[in-house]
Protein backbone atom coordinates (compact mmCIF):
# COMPACT_ATOMS: atom_id res chain seq x y z
CA UNK A 1 0.00 0.00 0.00
CA UNK A 2 1.00 3.59 -0.52
CA UNK A 3 1.08 6.17 1.80
CA UNK A 4 -2.13 7.30 0.91
CA UNK A 5 -4.03 3.83 1.05
CA UNK A 6 -2.29 3.46 3.89
CA UNK A 7 -3.68 6.92 5.21
CA UNK A 8 -7.44 6.14 4.03
CA UNK A 9 -7.08 2.55 6.23
CA UNK A 10 -6.20 4.84 9.15
CA UNK A 11 -8.84 6.69 9.09
CA UNK A 12 -11.54 4.49 8.44
CA UNK A 13 -10.41 2.87 11.56
CA UNK A 14 -9.74 5.90 13.89
CA UNK A 15 -6.62 4.94 14.24
CA UNK A 16 -4.68 8.22 13.12
CA UNK A 17 -1.77 7.55 15.23
CA UNK A 18 -0.72 4.50 13.21
CA UNK A 19 -0.26 6.54 9.85
CA UNK A 20 2.25 8.48 11.59
CA UNK A 21 3.65 5.38 12.81
CA UNK A 22 4.69 5.38 8.91
CA UNK A 23 6.91 8.24 8.55
CA UNK A 24 10.20 7.72 10.41
CA UNK A 25 10.68 11.69 10.95
CA UNK A 26 7.46 11.95 12.81
CA UNK A 27 8.48 9.22 15.03
CA UNK A 28 11.92 10.60 15.47
CA UNK A 29 10.54 14.24 16.39
CA UNK A 30 8.14 12.28 18.71
CA UNK A 31 4.86 13.47 16.92
CA UNK A 32 1.57 12.14 17.97
CA UNK A 33 -1.99 13.03 16.89
CA UNK A 34 -5.26 12.69 18.08
CA UNK A 35 -8.66 14.19 17.99
CA UNK A 36 -10.56 16.13 20.34
CA UNK A 37 -14.21 16.85 20.12
CA UNK A 38 -13.83 17.62 16.18
CA UNK A 39 -10.36 19.03 16.19
CA UNK A 40 -7.33 16.64 15.32
CA UNK A 41 -4.38 18.46 17.90
CA UNK A 42 -0.56 17.15 16.61
CA UNK A 43 1.84 16.96 19.78
CA UNK A 44 5.18 17.18 19.34
CA UNK A 45 6.18 15.07 22.85
CA UNK A 46 9.51 16.63 24.70
CA UNK A 47 12.88 15.13 24.50
CA UNK A 48 16.25 15.79 24.82
CA UNK A 49 17.15 16.01 21.00
CA UNK A 50 14.40 18.48 19.94
CA UNK A 51 16.59 21.66 22.15
CA UNK A 52 18.33 24.46 20.14
CA UNK A 53 19.45 26.62 22.67
CA UNK A 54 20.79 25.12 25.95
CA UNK A 55 21.27 27.50 28.05
CA UNK A 56 17.80 29.20 27.92
CA UNK A 57 16.87 26.19 27.81
CA UNK A 58 14.38 26.37 24.40
CA UNK A 59 13.17 24.05 21.45
CA UNK A 60 15.38 24.58 18.14
CA UNK A 61 12.88 26.70 15.83
CA UNK A 62 13.28 24.19 13.00
CA UNK A 63 11.51 21.25 14.91
CA UNK A 64 8.60 24.31 15.52
CA UNK A 65 8.59 24.41 11.75
CA UNK A 66 8.16 21.18 10.97
CA UNK A 67 5.66 20.91 13.92
CA UNK A 68 3.44 23.59 12.21
CA UNK A 69 3.98 22.02 8.75
CA UNK A 70 3.14 18.51 10.25
CA UNK A 71 0.10 19.45 11.45
CA UNK A 72 -1.13 21.34 8.07
CA UNK A 73 -0.47 17.76 6.79
CA UNK A 74 -2.07 15.68 9.05
CA UNK A 75 -5.22 18.31 8.64
CA UNK A 76 -5.52 17.48 5.29
CA UNK A 77 -4.95 14.31 5.46
CA UNK A 78 -8.04 14.09 8.08
CA UNK A 79 -10.29 16.02 5.99
CA UNK A 80 -9.31 15.02 2.76
CA UNK A 81 -12.56 13.16 0.77
CA UNK A 82 -10.16 11.96 -1.61
CA UNK A 83 -6.49 10.65 -0.78
CA UNK A 84 -3.79 12.75 -2.37
CA UNK A 85 -1.33 13.78 -0.25
CA UNK A 86 -0.33 17.46 -0.16
CA UNK A 87 2.56 19.60 -1.55
CA UNK A 88 3.86 22.24 0.92
CA UNK A 89 4.73 24.98 -1.58
CA UNK A 90 5.38 27.62 1.16
CA UNK A 91 5.46 27.63 4.89
CA UNK A 92 6.10 31.24 6.42
CA UNK A 93 6.67 30.61 10.46
CA UNK A 94 6.06 33.57 12.68
CA UNK A 95 8.40 32.90 15.78
CA UNK A 96 6.06 34.60 19.01
CA UNK A 97 7.90 33.35 22.12
CA UNK A 98 10.51 31.00 23.57
CA UNK A 99 9.47 27.59 23.22
CA UNK A 100 10.15 25.46 26.55
CA UNK A 101 11.27 22.13 27.29
CA UNK A 102 7.96 20.85 27.33
CA UNK A 103 4.93 18.85 25.08
CA UNK A 104 3.98 21.55 22.18
CA UNK A 105 0.63 21.37 20.55
CA UNK A 106 -0.14 22.18 17.16
CA UNK A 107 -3.40 22.79 15.50
CA UNK A 108 -4.24 23.83 11.83
CA UNK A 109 -7.26 24.60 9.68
CA UNK A 110 -8.11 25.46 6.29
CA UNK A 111 -8.72 29.11 5.38
CA UNK A 112 -8.87 28.24 1.73
CA UNK A 113 -9.28 25.49 -0.26
CA UNK A 114 -9.60 25.60 -3.92
CA UNK A 115 -9.32 22.81 -6.86
CA UNK A 116 -5.47 23.12 -6.69
CA UNK A 117 -4.19 24.87 -3.74
CA UNK A 118 -5.57 24.98 -0.32
CA UNK A 119 -4.50 27.89 2.40
CA UNK A 120 -3.84 26.65 5.96
CA UNK A 121 -3.42 28.82 8.89
CA UNK A 122 -1.64 27.11 11.76
CA UNK A 123 -1.08 27.85 15.29
CA UNK A 124 1.65 25.84 18.23
CA UNK A 125 1.42 26.25 22.10
CA UNK A 126 2.34 24.71 25.35
CA UNK A 127 0.57 25.07 28.63
CA UNK A 128 -1.84 28.31 27.43
CA UNK A 129 -3.31 28.16 24.36
CA UNK A 130 -4.12 31.58 24.32
CA UNK A 131 0.34 32.30 24.22
CA UNK A 132 0.91 30.27 20.73
CA UNK A 133 5.35 30.25 20.59
CA UNK A 134 4.77 29.79 16.93
CA UNK A 135 1.77 30.47 14.00
CA UNK A 136 2.43 29.77 10.40
CA UNK A 137 0.58 30.24 7.14
CA UNK A 138 1.25 27.37 4.47
CA UNK A 139 0.26 26.91 0.67
CA UNK A 140 -0.45 23.35 -0.15
CA UNK A 141 -1.05 22.06 -3.93
CA UNK A 142 -3.97 19.43 -3.77
CA UNK A 143 -4.22 17.60 -6.98
CA UNK A 144 -7.75 15.97 -6.59
CA UNK A 145 -7.99 12.58 -8.24
CA UNK B 1 14.02 30.07 17.45
CA UNK B 2 16.71 31.67 20.38
CA UNK B 3 20.44 30.86 20.09
CA UNK B 4 22.85 32.03 22.78
CA UNK B 5 25.24 35.02 22.35
CA UNK B 6 28.25 34.66 20.06
CA UNK B 7 31.76 33.79 21.06
CA UNK B 8 34.27 36.72 21.10
CA UNK B 9 33.85 39.33 18.55
CA UNK B 10 35.53 39.22 15.57
CA UNK B 11 37.27 42.05 14.23
CA UNK B 12 35.14 43.95 11.50
CA UNK B 13 34.36 42.00 8.67
CA UNK B 14 36.48 42.35 5.14
CA UNK B 15 34.80 44.19 2.44
CA UNK B 16 32.05 41.29 0.58
CA UNK B 17 33.81 39.69 -1.84
CA UNK B 18 31.90 37.97 -4.68
CA UNK B 19 31.68 34.24 -3.73
CA UNK B 20 35.21 32.87 -3.68
CA UNK B 21 35.44 29.91 -1.54
CA UNK B 22 38.31 28.86 -2.82
CA UNK B 23 39.88 32.00 -2.57
CA UNK B 24 38.62 34.47 0.20
CA UNK B 25 40.47 37.68 0.90
CA UNK B 26 41.66 37.51 4.92
CA UNK B 27 42.07 33.41 4.80
CA UNK B 28 42.85 33.80 8.48
CA UNK B 29 40.01 35.42 9.77
CA UNK B 30 37.50 33.32 7.73
CA UNK B 31 39.53 30.38 9.16
CA UNK B 32 38.61 31.86 12.81
CA UNK B 33 35.14 32.38 11.89
CA UNK B 34 34.72 29.12 10.60
CA UNK B 35 36.70 27.34 13.55
CA UNK B 36 33.90 30.22 15.98
CA UNK B 37 31.04 28.78 13.99
CA UNK B 38 31.41 24.94 14.16
CA UNK B 39 32.16 24.99 17.80
CA UNK B 40 28.84 27.50 18.51
CA UNK B 41 26.85 24.88 16.32
CA UNK B 42 28.31 21.90 17.95
CA UNK B 43 26.52 23.67 21.47
CA UNK B 44 22.87 23.00 19.85
CA UNK B 45 21.26 19.74 20.54
CA UNK B 46 19.03 19.56 17.97
CA UNK B 47 22.01 20.47 15.24
CA UNK B 48 23.77 17.56 16.53
CA UNK B 49 21.19 14.95 16.18
CA UNK B 50 20.60 15.94 12.48
CA UNK B 51 24.56 15.45 12.39
CA UNK B 52 24.54 18.95 10.85
CA UNK B 53 28.58 19.69 9.80
CA UNK B 54 29.89 23.09 8.98
CA UNK B 55 31.17 22.81 5.04
CA UNK B 56 32.24 26.26 4.85
CA UNK B 57 32.63 30.06 5.68
CA UNK B 58 33.32 32.85 3.37
CA UNK B 59 33.05 36.36 3.77
CA UNK B 60 29.67 36.70 3.47
CA UNK B 61 28.46 32.86 3.54
CA UNK B 62 28.10 30.36 5.36
CA UNK B 63 27.33 26.78 4.03
CA UNK B 64 25.99 23.85 6.28
CA UNK B 65 25.82 19.96 5.30
CA UNK B 66 22.62 18.13 6.47
CA UNK B 67 23.33 13.94 5.75
CA UNK B 68 20.74 11.79 4.54
CA UNK B 69 19.08 9.64 7.09
CA UNK B 70 16.74 7.14 6.74
CA UNK B 71 14.93 8.40 10.60
CA UNK B 72 14.42 11.99 8.41
CA UNK B 73 12.42 10.61 5.88
CA UNK B 74 8.90 11.97 5.37
CA UNK B 75 7.57 9.59 2.54
CA UNK B 76 8.69 6.71 3.06
CA UNK B 77 7.23 5.21 -0.35
CA UNK B 78 10.28 7.08 -2.20
CA UNK B 79 12.71 7.68 0.94
CA UNK B 80 12.62 11.49 0.45
CA UNK B 81 13.27 13.86 3.89
CA UNK B 82 10.99 15.65 5.30
CA UNK B 83 10.31 18.94 4.65
CA UNK B 84 11.03 20.02 8.48
CA UNK B 85 14.51 18.99 8.28
CA UNK B 86 14.90 21.48 5.43
CA UNK B 87 13.37 23.79 7.51
CA UNK B 88 15.43 23.03 11.05
CA UNK B 89 18.74 22.94 8.45
CA UNK B 90 18.21 26.62 6.66
CA UNK B 91 17.02 27.68 10.10
CA UNK B 92 20.66 27.02 11.62
CA UNK B 93 22.29 28.07 8.32
CA UNK B 94 20.40 31.64 8.51
CA UNK B 95 21.47 31.81 12.13
CA UNK B 96 24.78 31.29 11.73
CA UNK B 97 25.21 33.61 8.60
CA UNK B 98 23.73 35.92 11.53
CA UNK B 99 26.15 35.56 13.71
CA UNK B 100 29.08 35.35 11.05
CA UNK B 101 28.35 39.28 10.68
CA UNK B 102 28.15 40.26 14.55
CA UNK B 103 30.49 42.05 15.64
CA UNK B 104 30.09 41.35 19.41
CA UNK B 105 28.60 38.76 20.87
CA UNK B 106 24.45 38.76 21.20
CA UNK B 107 21.65 36.39 21.59
CA UNK B 108 20.00 36.26 18.59
CA UNK B 109 15.96 35.10 18.08
CA UNK B 110 14.25 34.05 14.50
CA UNK B 111 11.54 36.33 14.26
CA UNK B 112 9.68 35.02 10.65
CA UNK B 113 10.89 32.34 8.48
CA UNK B 114 9.19 31.72 4.80
CA UNK B 115 10.73 28.52 3.15
CA UNK B 116 9.52 27.93 -0.50
CA UNK B 117 9.81 24.13 -1.56
CA UNK B 118 11.15 24.38 -5.26
CA UNK B 119 11.22 20.25 -5.41
CA UNK B 120 11.65 17.07 -3.31
CA UNK B 121 15.11 16.59 -2.27
CA UNK B 122 16.73 13.49 -3.87
CA UNK B 123 16.25 10.37 -1.70
CA UNK B 124 19.82 9.12 -0.15
CA UNK B 125 21.61 12.43 -1.35
CA UNK B 126 23.19 14.95 1.34
CA UNK B 127 21.28 18.32 1.57
CA UNK B 128 23.72 21.42 1.86
CA UNK B 129 22.85 25.01 2.75
CA UNK B 130 23.49 28.02 1.77
CA UNK B 131 22.68 31.52 3.84
CA UNK B 132 23.54 34.89 3.75
CA UNK B 133 22.73 37.67 5.95
CA UNK B 134 22.61 40.61 3.35
CA UNK B 135 21.11 43.01 5.58
CA UNK B 136 21.86 43.99 9.80
CA UNK B 137 20.79 47.13 11.62
CA UNK B 138 21.12 47.75 15.14
CA UNK B 139 17.93 45.56 16.01
CA UNK B 140 16.96 43.03 13.09
CA UNK B 141 18.91 40.86 10.82
CA UNK B 142 17.59 39.83 7.47
CA UNK B 143 18.48 36.28 5.65
CA UNK B 144 18.69 34.67 2.46
CA UNK B 145 19.55 30.76 2.16
CA UNK B 146 19.39 28.06 -0.67
CA UNK B 147 18.86 24.49 0.24
CA UNK B 148 20.31 22.05 -2.92
CA UNK B 149 22.67 19.08 -3.47
CA UNK B 150 24.85 19.83 -6.41
CA UNK B 151 24.58 23.30 -7.41
CA UNK B 152 22.44 26.50 -5.82
CA UNK B 153 20.41 27.27 -9.01
CA UNK B 154 19.33 24.09 -8.69
CA UNK B 155 17.67 24.46 -5.67
CA UNK B 156 15.43 22.29 -3.19
CA UNK B 157 14.27 25.13 -1.50
CA UNK B 158 14.88 28.62 -0.89
CA UNK B 159 14.19 30.90 2.43
CA UNK B 160 14.32 34.11 3.46
CA UNK B 161 14.30 35.17 7.57
CA UNK B 162 14.49 37.51 9.67
CA UNK B 163 15.95 37.91 13.42
CA UNK B 164 15.56 39.84 16.29
CA UNK B 165 19.25 40.83 17.82
CA UNK B 166 20.13 41.30 21.23
CA UNK B 167 17.09 39.41 23.12
CA UNK B 168 16.68 39.25 26.20
CA UNK B 169 15.93 35.46 27.49
CA UNK B 170 15.67 34.36 23.91
CA UNK B 171 12.60 36.32 23.10
CA UNK B 172 11.50 38.76 20.58
Request: glycine content about 6%.
Amino acid sequence: MTLVERMVAAKASHDFQRLIAEVPYAVWLGLTAATQGDELITTMRYSDHLIGNASLPAIHGGTLGALLESAAIFELLWRAETAVHPKTITLTVDYLRSAAPIDTHARASVTRQGRRITNVRIEAWQADRDAPVATANAIFLVMRG
Amino acid sequence: MPDEPDEPARPPAPAPAPRAPDAPDAPDLIEERKRRLSVRMRAVPHNTALAVRMLDVTATEVFLELPYDPKLVGDPDSGTIHGGAITALLDACSGRAVFAELDRPVPIATLDLRIDYLRPATPGRAVIARATCYKITRNVAFTRAVAYHDHPDDAVAHSVGTFMLQTKKGTP
